[in-house]
């Protein structure tokens, strides 16, 4: 089994910053796509940002400019550096891994998500 476990969540004035982080942990032999999804209120949820193995990561277009993903492979972490937050930021941000493969060989692949974390933006 997989677990991912995210922090770095919280209340932040418009115009802050805030740092997520997201450990991956288990039985993991390797992990393709790692990324960060939000859901407000209301709202579906969607995909804010995510990194692919030796890939150029890719971003909504409302957080370029603003928001950077980045990974580590060799401890499976995967972290979202947050500019210059705006409200309409809030959210409940999950971290979510696919292609991930818990054996060397064969070809089931998985994908896992997070709990979840709150991201409030608000003066």
């Known amino acids: 089994q997989v677990q991912l476990v995210e922090s770095g969540g919280g209340l932040v004035q418009p115009g802050g910053s805030l740092r997520l982080s997201c450990a991956a942990s288990?039985?993991?032999?390797?992990?393709?796509?790692m990324g960060w999804y939000r859901q407000a209120p209301g709202k579906q949820r969607e995909l804010v940002a995510r990194?692919?193995?030796?890939?150029?990561?890719n971003y909504v277009d409302s957080v370029k400019g603003r928001f950077t993903i980045s990974r580590n492979n060799a401890n499976n972490t995967v972290f979202l550096q947050m500019n210059s937050l705006k409200p309409e930021d809030t959210a409940v941000y999950y971290c979510k891994a696919d292609g991930v493969f818990t054996k060397p060989t064969g070809d089931a692949q998985y994908e896992y998500w997070g709990q979840g974390t709150q991201v409030t933006v608000s003066s």
């Open positions: 288990g039985t993991i032999f390797s992990i393709y796509g």
């Open positions: 990194a692919t193995r030796g890939g150029t990561p």
